[in-house]
T-cell receptor
Framework: EAQVTQNPRYLITVTGKKLTVTCSQNMNHEYMSWYRQDPGLGLRQIYYSMNVEVTDKGDVPEGYKVSRKEKRNFPLILESPSPNQTSLYFCASSLGRWNTEAFFGQGTRLTVV | GQQVMQIPQYQHVQEGEDFTTYCNSS?????IQWYKQRPGGHPVFLIQ?????EVKKQKRLTFQFGEAKKNSSLHITATQTTDVGTYFCAGPRGAQKLVFGQGTRLTINP
């Protein structure tokens, strides 16, 4: 089954404790991205990747890092989480860039206390 | 930068009533996509519009892309409880980014 898998689904952590949210897709998609969803703000892009070893900032990259060492995986890293990073995070992948359907993961609800 | 604005933010209707959400861009879009997110779920692709003035239908859903390719709408005829969720439009920014509108949350009174 074609899918994007994120883990964990839920996470509560403390300020400053490094964490990683994993994302994996099995569709051989080149384009992957991370979004955060906050009430009234829709989905805002954090980082995206055009292909292996090619990543770039989205609209809200501050406080986040990503890597793309393999085509299927695109982890999101919070080196020192802060409460303003409490949000619902989605990973997405698509065959192309902006002109093809994006497939979203199930989401990760992160709470930073 | 280019923004995609979506209105209304919320819409509550009686089951059987129609529903419309509108999406407006500050710049011309090469294409526009629509997604639906059920409560507690993730966004799911509905459709993509590419041509100026394009109209596409999916059962009770009608999607339109404006002549100037700067606006789009999603209209649902005779809503059903299964239509509940948040509807997002999304348009490209530059060659590599996809920008989402704020979404319209639809609730339905059965």
């Amino acid at each position: 089954e074609a899918q994007v898998t994120q883990n964990p689904r839920y996470l509560i952590t403390v300020t400053g404790k490094k964490l990683t949210v994993t994302c994996s897709q099995n569709m051989n998609h080149e384009y992957m991205s991370w979004y955060r969803q906050d009430p009234g703000l829709g989905l805002r892009q954090i980082y995206y990747s055009m292909n292996v070893e090619v990543t770039d900032k989205g609209d809200v990259p501050e406080g986040y890092k990503v890597s793309r060492k393999e085509k299927r995986n695109f982890p999101l890293i919070l080196e020192s989480p802060s409460p303003n990073q409490t949000s619902l995070y989605f990973c997405a992948s698509s065959l192309g860039r902006w002109n093809t359907e994006a497939f979203f993961g199930q989401g990760t609800r992160l709470t930073v206390v | 930068g280019q923004q995609v604005m979506q209105i209304p933010q919320y819409q509550h209707v009686q089951e059987g009533e129609d529903f419309t959400t509108y999406c407006n861009s500050s710049t011309t879009l090469s294409n526009i996509q629509w997604y639906k997110q059920r409560p507690g779920g993730h966004p799911v692709f509905l459709i993509q519009l590419v041509k100026s003035g394009e109209v596409k239908k999916q059962k009770r859903l009608t999607f339109q892309f404006g002549e100037a390719k700067k606006n789009s709408s999603l209209h649902i005829t005779a809503t059903q409880t299964t239509d509940v969720g948040t509807y997002f439009c999304a348009g490209p920014r530059g060659a590599q980014k996809l920008v989402f509108g704020q979404g319209t949350r639809l609730t339905i009174n059965p």
